[in-house]
């Protein structure tokens, strides 16, 4: 008997509900360059459907799924429901439940001024890690309808690599 995941191979996609399908789609798209993939739904309440598969409320409507690629990490699942109790305001990273999503990026400084360009909220300057992170910079920024995501770069590796035997990932391969 295995003690651990059996044939876990890594991370498939990120599941991302949004307000507004067409908005996150610009985001998604023209913002952080991912490419669209392919749509599902609407999906409507059948019975105890939605709670037992997905924990949510039974008379939630999925109004729309769609699928984006993004580099060569986990793809993105973004959701739209019409639930009239739904919270609207994402978990802070203090939260239970709070998030972040972080995208590596080869210039940090270039991609802070690319966003702040098109008028994205970037969280203050970039801040270099110390540590066993020593190598690597790091900022947050926030989607229009206020996710968490992080830019990261780390083009020399980070400290910790020196005497590792696990890399977290390693971008120059």
């Not at 023209?30 to 409320?57: K, Q, R």
């Amino acid at each position: 008997m295995t003690t651990t995941l059996p044939g876990l191979r890594g991370t498939d996609h990120i599941g991302v509900t949004v307000p507004d399908i067409e908005q996150a789609h610009e985001f998604f798209t023209e913002i952080l360059g991912c490419a669209y993939v392919y749509t599902l739904g609407p999906f409507l309440p059948n019975g105890s459907w939605m709670s037992e598969h997905l924990n949510i409320e039974d008379h939630s409507v999925m109004r729309e799924i769609r699928f984006y690629r993004c580099g060569n990490g986990a793809n993105f699942e973004v959701f739209e429901y019409d639930v009239a109790d739904a919270a609207t305001v994402p978990p802070k990273n203090s939260d239970v439940g709070g998030h972040h999503v972080a995208l590596y990026v080869d210039d940090l400084d270039a991609a802070v001024e690319f966003l702040k360009d098109r008028g994205i909220r970037v969280l203050g300057a970039p801040t270099a890690s110390s540590g066993p992170s020593f190598g690597k910079r790091w900022v947050y920024f926030l989607a229009p309808w206020g996710m968490q995501f992080e830019l990261v770069s780390f083009p020399q590796g980070k400290a910790y690599e020196a005497t590792a035997d696990v890399l977290l990932w390693d971008t120059r391969e």
